[in-house]
């Protein structure tokens, strides 16, 4: 049984060491392998895809999983479909094969997952087809522009910080608040009714809750795309 490893800086795959063989990955501005070069320096397999990830061309026989999104993780199962972490990418038909995942980040607009699949009859027919389109879409229907790296948030690539980090940011920081809340509500405690404490406590605490939906606001108008609307795009 052959042993394939891999050799992975910051996140991203640079090369592959399969049956006694090295590979380095050669990619495009999104991510995605377009060439495998042997330590010679020989190209012996590229790539070329269509722009929701199905392969356009190929040449050589490395079976390499790493292609379409390759250098970012991106694992293609089979032809028709690449895991991404979060969920899996249906290159054939340009969509993710399961919905957004709850990912912490506020809607910023009437047509949310969450309303697609509580009230699907609230919904005209050609919202619940917008809904179904946004809740599914792959790289803000922009993949010659967009990438999305864990399958929770699009974001344009570079080395700017995504939206899961910003997100992230922001639990981090309701998290110590609620943390510096208990520890003052302990100090209150020893001198000072109940009462007064517990109004301290819930004001502290939901002051953090605050505070958290105003900086997930602000990292999803950072972040993430406008969305579309029947007049063209929203801010």
């Given at each position: 049984?052959?042993?394939?490893?891999?050799?992975?800086?910051n996140g991203q795959i640079l090369a592959e060491g399969r049956d006694g063989g090295a590979r380095r990955y050669a990619a495009d501005p999104l991510g995605s392998t377009v060439a495998l070069?042997?330590?010679?320096?020989?190209?012996t397999d590229t790539f070329t895809y269509w722009p929701y990830g199905e392969e356009r061309t190929?040449?050589?026989?490395?079976?390499?999983?790493?292609?379409?999104?390759?250098?970012?993780?991106?694992?293609?199962?089979d032809a028709g479909r690449t895991y991404v972490r979060a969920r899996a990418l249906a290159p054939r038909s340009g969509r993710w094969l399961t919905p957004d995942p709850v990912t912490g980040l506020p809607d910023l607009g009437p047509l949310t997952a969450r309303t697609l699949r509580t009230d699907p009859d609230s919904?005209?027919?050609?919202?619940?087809?917008?809904?179904?389109?946004e809740i599914y879409g792959y790289a803000a229907s922009n993949p010659t522009s967009w990438q999305d790296?864990?399958?929770r948030a699009p974001a344009k690539p570079g080395p700017s910080?995504?939206?899961?980090?910003?997100?992230?940011?922001?639990?981090?920081?309701?998290?110590n608040a609620r943390q510096k809340a208990k520890a003052e509500d302990h100090v209150c405690r020893r001198s000072s009714p109940a009462a007064v404490c517990d109004a301290a406590l819930c004001l502290a605490e939901s002051g953090a809750a605050f505070a958290k939906m105003g900086c997930l606001l602000n990292c999803a108008k950072k972040f993430l795309p406008p969305r579309k609307s029947k007049g063209g795009l929203k801010a």
């Open positions: 049984m052959s042993i394939t490893r891999y050799t992975v800086a070069v042997n330590p010679t320096g020989t190209i190929r040449t050589g026989t490395t079976p390499t999983p790493f292609r379409f999104g390759g250098t970012l993780g991106y694992y293609r199962d919904l005209g027919r050609e919202d619940r087809a917008t809904a179904g389109r790296v864990d399958g910080k995504s939206a899961n980090q910003c997100r992230k940011a922001c639990e981090d920081a309701e998290k």
